[in-house]
């Protein structure tokens, strides 16, 4: 049907209270008949990342280049005026001639030219199916979740805390064995 391949570099900018991400590499796709669709990847903004309520957004501009038709689209993202920033704008292209108008917001809609193709309230949502096995340290096996989810707060605080003793404990260990490990100039790397 068709093939998928393409890179992407990441470099991080921190700001006064935010992070911004800046993304540079290609992506690629050939489809069966031939056609080629060549495009970026979009910068990412996390505004509020060390205190406040933290905020993620898609900005800077997306370029898609189908090259097999010498059509070039480009989406403006966060910066649409009068408008929250989850909106986006932009064009396609056919030989340097604009020939339709892109909009909508990447939360709720997409239309080409006005005519809507996309609306997220139009979606079907599908039900979450969870697995049949989970490993014996997924975190729904926490005895003190499992009393709680039972009702019985008093005792699935006791669970919690007695968790928390056990965690607090094998920080001590941990400790202890990288002090000894630091006597003997060799070192250990917690994943």
């Known amino acids: 049907l068709y093939s998928y391949n393409g890179y992407g570099l990441f470099a991080a900018h921190p700001g006064f209270n935010s992070i911004t991400i800046n993304v540079t ?9 031939g056609g080629i669709v060549v495009f970026g990847n979009a910068n990412e903004l996390f505004d509020s990342a060390f205190w406040g309520t933290v905020r993620h957004q898609a900005i800077g501009t997306l370029t898609y280049k189908d090259i097999t038709h010498n059509l070039i689209g480009t989406i403006n993202l ?7 920033q989850d909106y986006f704008d932009g064009e396609i292209r056919k030989d340097g001639k604009v020939v339709g108008k892109i909009a909508g917001t990447y939360l709720g809609h997409i239309e080409f030219d006005g005519l809507r193709y996309w609306d997220a309230r139009e979606q079907e949502i599908f039900k979450m199916i969870p697995a049949r096995s989970l490993l014996p340290s997924d975190a729904s096996y926490r005895p003190d979740l499992r009393t709680l989810l ?3 707060i008093d005792n699935a605080q ?4 007695e968790l928390e003793e056990l965690q607090r404990h094998d920080a001590k260990l941990r400790a202890l064995h990288e002090k000894n490990m630091a006597k003997k100039k060799q070192y250990c790397i917690y994943f």
């Open 158 to 161: 006791r669970r919690k805390e």
């Open 150 to 152: 039972r009702g019985d």
């Open 25 to 33: 590499g290609v992506r690629r796709i050939v489809f069966k008949d």
């Open 78 to 84: 966060g910066s649409v005026r009068r408008k929250p």
